[in-house]
């Protein structure tokens, strides 16, 4: 659904060809993290994670992701949330792909999906969603892009901050966009209240999450 007076709907479609799947995690070496060949601003808040070895989960998320084409750059991947005994992850592939998945910590991949976040904000606006609003294994949840020169530094819903994290900035070839990931309430809908950092100045923008 379209925002009000808005004229584009922003979630890619990929959220929606998500793919199910339940793999083996006893097959593929665990990942190595290489350091990234650019340079990101350091997360804003804190995430409390639990305290698990994740080898299982990652190794097998990145032999599925090698299966698919989608395998994860040098960069690696990205913890956005921990919960429930679920991770989630976002990576950025090879053909330039965003890619998401939330996958069990003992080692089985209950969704991935990967699309070109081509998807735009609409005007004036820096923010795009580009997986959710969705519910996951770790809770509900949004991801959303904000444009270069745009850096989040409040996230607010009916007037009370949220939880949300600085993920990780894409590549050049994938927008250079900086990506976060947001703890939504239950039955949120409407706007979610985000304010940026524009330069020396505080701008106030919105994300619209449906009805």
């Known amino acids: 659904m379209n925002p009000p007076g808005g004229t584009a709907r922003w979630p890619l479609a990929i959220a929606a060809a998500a793919t199910i799947l339940v793999v083996s995690c006893d097959r593929q070496p665990a990942p190595t993290r290489p350091s990234a060949s650019f340079s990101a601003p350091a997360p804003t808040t804190t995430r409390t994670q639990e305290n698990v070895d994740l080898t299982r989960a990652e190794s097998a998320l990145v032999g599925l992701a090698r299966e698919k084409g989608t395998s994860p750059t040098d960069v690696g991947l990205s913890v956005a949330r921990q919960a429930n005994g679920h ?106 209240d985000v304010t940026l950092l524009v330069g020396d100045q505080q701008k106030a923008d919105r994300l619209w999450l449906g009805k």
Not at 164 to 189: E, N
């Open 87 to 192: 991770v989630v992850y976002i990576w950025e592939s090879g053909s330039a792909q965003f890619c998401f998945a939330q996958v069990a910590v003992e080692g089985a991949t209950r969704q991935l999906a990967c699309g070109h976040p081509q998807s735009k904000p609409r005007p004036a606006s820096y923010l795009t969603a580009v997986f959710g609003p969705g519910i996951g294994f770790a809770g509900r949840y949004v991801v959303l892009a904000a444009d270069p020169g745009g850096k989040v530094t409040s996230v607010r819903y009916e007037g009370k901050e949220l939880t949300w994290s600085f993920i990780r900035r894409m590549s050049p070839a994938a927008t250079g966009r900086d990506i976060y990931y947001i703890t939504l309430p239950d039955r949120v809908q409407g706007w979610l």
